[in-house]
């Protein structure tokens, strides 16, 4: 039998990838043409400290030689990534059952209610994350209650083939709930850091009371500058110990003083805002930066 050569580009490849399957506050798909050409083309294994939806994780999927390694501080977050990639089995008929429920009553149901268990508090993130306003995870300080309102979406859930082609892709990674200081400390020569880290809060001038841009309480624990600070002084050895990172943050003279050996890239992107106390989201022209190791 002859037999043809089908040479599968590595664009096709990500084209044909499987993509994200939250919506996350911050997250960087409609960043990714940008941010991409500064990934390398192959590397050993990945690591993505500051995960979210991991929009990045799923473009670069086809590079990665070795293992992908994925954290992030939101432990319902990683429940989920866990759930989708280890035990869709007992995750399927658990969204299904949301699915059958859903409706805006049902969604200030389940907010206030809790569960247990690795998979049903996987199945309640994901519901919770299609439904609520703007795809936000916000949970009152004190209580530690979700706080976000309905976001008047239907919940669609996660389709057989969707499941099938996560399984797949997660198949080569390790989902960690923790710090970004103990997930860059597992990268090696040859590895590859993608670093997204939550934007320190902007205040437009230092009358108002509150930062313009202040969504940077994915967790319990806010990420300050000293946070950031501690993230660049990791940058500094991660490449000296020859592993390469790039970073997104916004582009002020803060951030770039931070990183006075790195290569920085400027742009200006639309950012949708989503302003806490009110349910409106408010688009705004916002400084990027792609800040890359070297
Ligand atoms: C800007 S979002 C990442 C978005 C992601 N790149 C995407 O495309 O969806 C930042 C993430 O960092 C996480 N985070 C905040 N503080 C952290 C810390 N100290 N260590 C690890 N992750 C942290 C947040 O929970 C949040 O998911």
């Given at each position: 039998m002859p037999t043809t050569n089908v040479t599968i580009?590595?664009?096709?490849?990500?084209?044909?990838?499987?993509k994200p399957f939250l919506k996350w506050a911050g997250g960087k798909s409609?960043?990714?043409?940008?941010i991409l050409p500064y990934v390398p083309d192959?590397?050993?294994?990945?690591h993505e400290p500051f995960l979210g939806g991991g929009a990045m994780f799923f473009a670069v999927q086809g590079r990665i030689?070795?293992?992908?390694?994925?954290?992030?501080?939101?432990?319902e977050l990683i429940n989920a990534w866990i759930a989708v990639r280890s035990h869709q089995d007992e995750l399927r008929p658990l969204l299904a059952w949301y699915k059958e429920r859903d409706s805006k009553d049902f969604y200030y149901e389940v907010r206030a209610a809790t569960t247990e268990g690795l998979v049903a508090r996987a199945a309640r993130f994901i519901y919770l994350n299609q439904t609520s306003w703007n795809g936000l995870w916000r949970t009152n300080s004190k209580t530690g209650?979700?706080?976000?309102p309905w976001g008047d979406r239907p919940?669609?859930?996660?389709?057989?083939?969707a499941l099938l082609g996560l399984q797949n892709t997660l198949s080569v990674a390790d989902a960690y709930f923790g710090d970004f200081r103990e997930a860059c400390l597992r990268a090696e020569p040859g590895d590859f850091v993608y670093l997204d880290p939550p934007y320190l809060p902007v205040w437009s001038n230092s009358d108002e009371k509150e930062p313009t841009s202040k969504f940077n309480k994915y967790t319990s624990k806010v990420f300050g500058l000293p946070d950031l600070q501690e993230l660049a002084d990791i940058c500094t050895v991660l490449t000296a110990r020859g592993v390469r990172w790039v970073m997104s943050n916004r582009d002020n003279e803060q951030v770039r003083d931070l990183f006075p050996d790195a290569d920085i890239i400027g742009f200006t992107t639309h950012r949708s805002i989503a302003a806490q106390s009110k349910r409106a989201v408010e688009a705004r022209r916002s400084p990027e930066t792609i800040i890359i190791g070297k």
């Open positions: 580009s590595s664009a096709e490849t990500e084209a044909r990838a499987s409609r960043l990714l043409p940008k192959s590397f050993v294994n990945y030689q070795g293992r992908a390694h994925l954290t992030d501080l939101n432990e209650a979700m706080n976000v919940f669609r859930g996660l389709t057989d083939e």
